[in-house]
Nanobody
Framework: QLKLVESGGGSVQAGGSLRLSCRAS?????MAWFREVPGKGRFVVAG???????YYADSVKGRFAAHLDNANDTLYLQMNSLKPEDTAMYYC?????????????????WGRGTQVTVSS
């Protein structure tokens, strides 16, 4: 079974930066980041596949950048110019044999999450 382990969350002031990492236990074609705020649901933040195709939510375009290290099966999310509204639990997800989508139910493999808190 594919395992995903996130790291890199924490607390930062508005305008600051954080980098999240997600290490997969084996090859996966697509890796993505979602975030969830209690009571508001889980939504895609960014996705990237082995062909280099990327997707970003409108709310993070220009501020966040995803990078997939193919050699180490690790997904990174560089988050710059963080805002309080970026505060959420961030989850790594994967689709081993399929392209990334924005639909939560398309992903069967999830990490446990890492908390990001941005203070004003």
């Amino acid at each position: 079974q594919l395992k995903l382990v996130e790291s890199g969350g924490g607390s930062v002031q508005a305008g600051g930066s954080l980098r999240l990492s997600c290490r997969a236990s084996r090859y996966t074609y697509c890796m993505a980041w979602f975030r969830e705020v209690p009571g508001k649901g889980r939504f895609v933040v960014a996705g990237i596949d082995r062909a280099g195709k990327t997707y970003y939510a409108d709310s993070v375009k220009g501020r966040f950048a995803a990078h997939l290290d193919n050699a180490n099966d690790t997904l990174y999310l560089q988050m710059n110019s963080l805002k309080p509204e970026d505060t959420a639990m961030y989850y790594c997800a994967a689709r081993p044999l399929s392209q990334c989508t924005t639909v939560v139910s398309d992903y069967l493999n999830w990490g446990r999450g890492t908390q990001v808190t941005v203070s004003s």
